[in-house]
């Protein structure tokens, strides 16, 4: 039987857990969920513990103990996936950002043979709800600057919503992603995509936080602009 497994990455999450699991849950109620928690101070990692306690096959925990950024939380939840039966891998926002709706089309799409599916904001327009203009107007800047440098072929290139096949995963070497934040996001697509895989966009409406603080800084903005030259550099020596 194929398996869904959705990575959820939290620190200071503790306020959305309940409603996230339900949503979820109402749209895929089979699906297994991977809370990766890098000791929460606000007790997320209990709150997820509760619910444990009430779906125990379909809800796991990793609770790590530094606060190393997203990137490193996907990766712990990728090695954890692809050490078990898991067919298809996904990433989500734990604050009700992405659309749980959006998750059968999804999984379609890569139960169809696509590779890697992409729930991108920028498709048709700009699918934004509640967003300050200056993030909407960074988050853009931001793919237009990818696809310039990299080629990429994906409108919305930082998207943090994206769906992986297992082989697409089991052929990336974990140990050499170097990113955390906006490039991390980026290394992935661009790696999986030179590595010969497909890549579909989904159109979404992404919705700003309601509960919670945005984990955003100046670290996580320089890190996508120097990362993504950092990955055409070494995309042209690994060439020569």
Request: hydrophobic share 45%; net charge neutral.
């Amino acid at each position: 039987m194929e398996q869904m497994l959705i990575i959820i990455p939290t620190y200071d999450e503790k306020e959305n857990i309940a409603e996230l699991i339900a949503e979820i849950f109402s749209i895929l109620p089979e699906v297994h969920l991977l809370f990766v928690d890098d000791s929460s101070p606000d007790g997320t990692a209990d709150c997820v513990r509760s619910f444990i306690k009430q779906f125990p096959d379909q809800i796991h925990l990793e609770v790590r103990q530094n606060k190393e950024g997203l990137g490193k939380a996907y990766v712990h939840g990728f090695r954890w996936a692809l050490a078990r039966e898991y067919s298809f891998i996904f990433e989500m926002d734990a604050d009700l950002s992405h659309p749980a709706e959006a998750l059968p089309q999804m999984l379609a799409t890569l139960k169809n043979g696509t590779d890697v599916v992409v729930g991108s904001r920028y498709l048709n327009g700009v699918n934004v709800v509640n967003w300050p203009l200056f993030r909407i107007a960074l988050s853009m800047i931001a793919s237009i600057y990818v696809r310039i440098i990299l080629g990429l072929p994906i409108k919305d290139t930082t998207a943090g919503f994206v769906g992986y096949s297992r082989a697409s995963l089991q052929s990336l070497n974990l140990d050499d992603l170097v990113f955390v934040g906006y490039a991390f996001q980026i290394e992935m697509k661009y790696k999986l995509w030179k590595n010969g895989f497909s890549l579909k966009e989904l159109p979404i409406i992404f919705t700003n936080r309601k509960k919670g603080n945005s984990k955003m800084d100046k670290t996580i903005i320089w890190e996508a602009i120097y990362g993504v030259f950092y990955l055409r550099l070494k995309s042209i020596f690994k060439r020569l």
